[in-house]
């Protein structure tokens, strides 16, 4: 018994626990010029940040209080113990769950899920001008390739112009330089990951011969609640890159914080 009570503070401990070098970072970026990206750190529930001053917390509600505009939010982290998505769901905002785990590339599967993730609610008129969100714990690494990604493969952002403008709007540069490299590395074949090809994903023999995207179901975004009610519309082929179609801007001379 004695064993048992101790494994139960031990586990309460655990998810009342700041996120390791979470307070390092700033809270959230900016939009990337050209996408409807923004990034930012995962925020976390009144009862794991009570203890921190108030400057320093940074909750679901302050997520929404500073960022206006939020359509869809994508958590990338592998728990659900941060936040109650149900907070996001009944203001309106979609969430999407893809588990990525951090300090590796992510595989396949995982970028395929969140490159049709963002297709669909993209394809919404609906949802037209509304913010993509897009965390995992510090919202750097696994975001920021997730993100650049999808900047380089299906706006045709080139890799070096992707990152830069991801870092610049993020406010951080990404931490682990095996990221960047994996982004750098030519792809001819949308949706295959360099790094490895897991979990039964081999993205490229979804293509037929002309291209046409034979896309692999994915989870759906969870659906709000009735009052908010906006089933997203059924799957359609999409192009490999929209190129030309999308309104990219360069944007130099900025430098991001080393921090």
Not at 44 to 54: D, H, M, N
Not at 78 to 92: M, Q
Not at 112 to 140: A, Q, S, W, Y
Request: positive net charge; glycine residues 8%.
């Amino acid at each position: 018994p004695r064993s048992g009570g101790r494994q139960r503070n031990l586990s309460m401990t655990r998810s009342k626990a700041i996120p390791d070098r979470w307070l390092d970072y700033h809270t959230v970026g900016g939009i990337i010029p050209g996408t409807r990206f923004i990034s930012f750190k995962v925020p976390l529930q009144e009862s794991i940040c009570s203890r921190l001053p108030t400057e320093a917390r940074f909750t679901p509600s302050d997520l929404l209080q500073r960022v206006y505009g939020l359509g869809l939010i994508i958590d990338l982290t592998c728990t659900n113990r941060y936040y109650d998505r149900d907070f996001i769901l009944r203001n309106g905002i979609y969430h999407a769950k893809i588990v990525c785990a951090g300090q590796q590339i992510p595989h396949a599967g995982v970028v395929g899920e969140f490159f049709e993730t963002v297709d669909r609610f993209l394809m919404d008129p609906r949802n037209n001008g509304k913010l993509i969100g897009v965390h995992c714990t510090h919202g750097v690494n696994r975001t920021g390739y997730l993100v650049c990604r999808y900047m380089i493969e299906r706006l045709g952002v080139p890799p070096d112009d992707a990152i830069r403008e991801f870092e610049c709007a993020r406010g951080h540069r990404f931490d682990r330089d095996e990221y960047v490299r994996d982004l750098r590395v030519p792809r001819n074949v949308p949706w295959t990951s360099h790094a490895e090809q897991s979990a039964g994903y081999a993205y490229g023999t979804h293509w037929t011969a002309a291209g046409q995207n034979l896309m692999p179901p994915v989870a759906p975004l969870t659906a709000m609640p009735a009052t908010y009610e906006a089933p997203l519309p059924p799957l359609q082929p999409i192009p490999p890159i929209y190129g030309s179609s999308v309104d990219y801007r360069y944007w130099q001379g900025c430098t991001p914080k080393l921090e």
